[in-house]
Structures are given as C-alpha cells and as structure tokens.
C-alpha cells in the first residue's frame, strides 16, 4: 500500500469541502511545517528540491553572502552539507541568487561572476557554465525542457545604466536571454539563441529577477519589482518567443516588490500562480488563476517574512501529502508549508 496516498486519503477524507472560490478572494494565515537552520549571515535567497528514485528528498537553498548552496532535507528541514565556495572555478560561486532544478540537473544563476553554472544531482558534479559573455547583472531563471538533454534556459538580467540606474527605455532590449543547453551524460554547453525586452508601452522590464513559464498556455512571467504602482508592483507576461502578450496583473493587489514566482497544476490547463509580496513587516503570498490571472486568494506565514524566492513541490512527501511550498524567510532560512493545509484555508481544490 503506497504510504502518501494513505495519508492523502485520510486528510481529504477529515476536510470540509473545498469552496469554488467564487465569494471572491480569501485570505489565510497558516503555520509553517518547518524553517530550516537559522544562517542569519548568509543572506538566503531561494529555494528548489529534487526527488530522487529511491526516496531522497533534497531541498536547496541559495546563499548570497556564503557563496553556496546549502543542501536541506526536504521533509524535516535538516542541513545535510554544503556545495561550493566563493571563487570563480567551476564548483565554486559568487553571490548565487536564483536556482532551478530539473530532471537531475540544478542550475544556479551566479550574479558576480555573470553566469549560469549547471551541476549533476545527487553528485553535484559541476558540468558547465555559461552566460559569461552575455550577462551583466543576472538573478532569475526558468527552464524548459525541450528533447530529451535539451532545454530552453531564461534568465533574466537587471544591468544598469553607467549611472547605477534603471537604464532608459531604448535600452531595456536585454532584460530576459534565452539559452539553448545541450546535457549529455557529464558534459553540458549552453549557447544564447535568443534576447528579449520591450523598450515601450506595459511590456517595459524595469527590475527583473523572477521568471516562470507555462508551455501549455504560451505564458512566460516576469515579475518586476519596480516599487511604482504606474510601471511595477506587477506581474508582465510575454510569450515563450519574448513577445509581450499585452497581459499584466497584480496591479493594486501588490504592496511591496514584486518576488518569487511558482505555479502548482491542478491539471494539464488548470492551476495557480503563487507570487510573493515581499515585506518585512506585512509579507504575503497571492494566488491566481492558472489561465485568466484573476485573483484567487492571500495567504501568510505565522513567521515567515521578506521572501525573495519560492518553490513548488507537487511531489507527495510525508507530512506534504500535496507537497510543499518552500519560501525564503527574511534572508535567514527557508520555511515549509503543507500545500494541503494551504489549500484548505484559501477554500481552493487542488
């Protein structure tokens, strides 16, 4: 008898019918399930996870100020090692920000030394790096797998102007690169194939670091963390080709930057878009729609605050019958929260 569909069972079977949501947006504080070692010092960003074939359960975390990544238990939060060190060699990192995994490859996006670095898991085994002719200032990424050992690799870059600031509009061409990665067996190349940005009307880029895509719909979001209700607080959504769709959403429901962005599917079309509202003090999480981006609901941490990155995982794990939500807390850890219990206190089916 498969252990996580008894416990799936037996939870759905204690819940209150889910609501359809229809009453409008809901709002829900839920406790977290855990928070991973406190490393105040370290200035974690973001979160991903890996499950492998014989029950391991990893959860990764970006260490700006530690120049690693720091590997977790997925299940409990319990630290297990640490990859790299700051330099420039493949292995090693400097200030790494944004991370991905997929299939047995994680990728991370190294914001001082301007690159993408690609390692094995479970052997973290560094295969590649590459970026390194292109990217000025680089935080985010997604990737898409395409053939079997290639991928679609986007990456967003916030360069600046020689002033230290957000550039002029002809030159936000270069806020998103796509990168084509070829992995086979130990050895991995990555070949940008693609930029992209507007330079006019909503489709500007302004300050970019999260990005995710969703194939069936054609929908690649951008969050841009313009702190100006007329630009930013919002959520931009191009096409897998770099073309802006003309679809924003977020605004008026965004309070702060504009953060992590992670979609859970309820089925092949169907789902919701977790995106953080990133606050010290007030820090939320809003859901929406999958396919029409309307609003669905507002959930916060009992503690968790000042959340960069985010991560879904529809993997079942014990004590996650749904799997998790991994959120970044206060540049100190990374906390947990049982997608089940979340679902159940926004009135949401999963």
Request: aromatic share 12%.
């Amino acid at each position: 008898m498969n252990y996580n569909n008894v416990i799936a069972f037996s939870l759905l079977a204690s819940m209150p019918l889910f609501a359809s949501a229809e009453s409008g947006p809901k709002s829900a504080v839920v406790k977290e399930v855990f928070f991973t070692t406190d490393q105040s010092r370290e200035n974690i960003d973001s979160p991903a996870s890996w499950h492998g074939p014989n029950g391991e359960h990893l959860l990764f975390a970006t260490s700006k100020a530690g120049h690693s990544v720091n590997v977790f238990d997925a299940v409990n939060g319990a630290m297990i090692r640490r990859i790299g060190g700051q330099g420039a060699e493949l292995g090693q990192f400097d200030r790494p920000n944004g991370v991905s995994v997929i299939d047995d490859l994680m990728l991370v996006v190294e914001r001082d030394n301007r690159r993408v670095q690609v390692l094995s898991i479970p052997e973290f085994q560094p295969l590649a790096s590459f970026g390194e002719s292109e990217l000025v200032k680089p935080y985010g990424l997604y990737v898409e797998p395409l053939a079997h050992g290639e991928y679609h690799v986007y990456v967003t870059d916030s360069y600046e102007s020689a002033a230290e600031d957000i550039p002029a509009d002809q030159d936000l061409n270069l806020r998103v690169r796509r990168y084509l990665l070829e992995v086979e067996g130990a050895t991995a190349d990555g070949e940008l194939d693609h930029t992209f940005g507007d330079t006019t009307g909503d489709g500007r880029l302004y300050v970019v670091e999260s990005i995710f895509g969703d194939k069936v719909h054609n929908h690649m979001l951008v969050a841009d963390e313009l702190e100006d209700d007329a630009h930013g607080r919002q959520v931009k959504v191009y096409d897998y080709e770099g073309n802006f769709t003309g679809k924003t959403f977020g605004q008026g429901i965004f309070q702060f930057q504009v953060e992590g962005i992670a979609l859970y599917q309820t089925s092949e079309t169907s789902g919701y878009w977790f995106v953080t509202d990133q606050g010290k003090i007030n820090n939320y999480y809003h859901i929406f729609d999958r396919e029409s981006f309307k609003h669905l609901g507002t959930l916060e941490g009992e503690r968790t605050l000042n959340t960069d990155g985010i991560w879904i995982s529809q993997t079942p794990m014990p004590r996650f019958p749904y799997g998790a939500l991994y959120t970044c807390d206060n540049d100190k850890a990374i906390s947990a929260f049982d997608l089940a219990e979340v679902f159940q206190a926004l009135s949401l089916k999963p």
